[in-house]
């Protein structure tokens, strides 16, 4: 059982920047991906950022080259940051891990993100 803490989030202005942090309870290196995922008001979830134990990442079109995804795997914790948000960025965003064989997913409880001014 893999647990997942998010923090992180909360009121930013457009233009402005936060970091999201994802604290998983066990050594993240032996995770197959982490992932960064927001659901907006009346709209599904969607990715927005993954990153893979080996390989790049990947992100939602919508957030490259604003939102940047990282690990530490000493504290076992991955990172979005995000830079220049916008209003559409508002959402709750859940953290991700997928694990084993066959493949595990794990959410942790979300963190919400309000980009207004």
């Known amino acids: 059982q893999v647990q997942l803490v998010e923090s992180g989030g909360g009121l930013v202005q457009p233009g402005g920047s936060l970091r999201l942090s994802c604290a998983a309870s066990?050594?993240?290196?032996?995770?197959?991906?982490l992932g960064w995922y927001r659901q907006a008001p009346g709209k599904q979830r969607e990715l927005v950022a993954r990153?893979?134990?080996?390989?790049?990442?990947i992100y939602a079109d919508s957030v490259k080259g604003r939102f940047t995804i990282s690990r530490d795997i000493a504290e076992n914790t991955v990172y979005l940051r995000m830079n220049s948000l916008k209003p559409e960025d508002t959402g709750i965003y859940y953290c991700?891990?997928?694990?084993?064989?066959?493949?595990?997913?794990?959410w942790g409880q979300g963190t919400q993100v309000t980009v207004s001014s």
């Open positions: 991700n891990a997928e694990s084993g064989t066959p493949t595990r997913v794990y």
């Open positions: 990153i893979p134990r080996t390989g790049s990442s």
């Open positions: 066990v050594s993240i290196f032996s995770l197959n991906t």
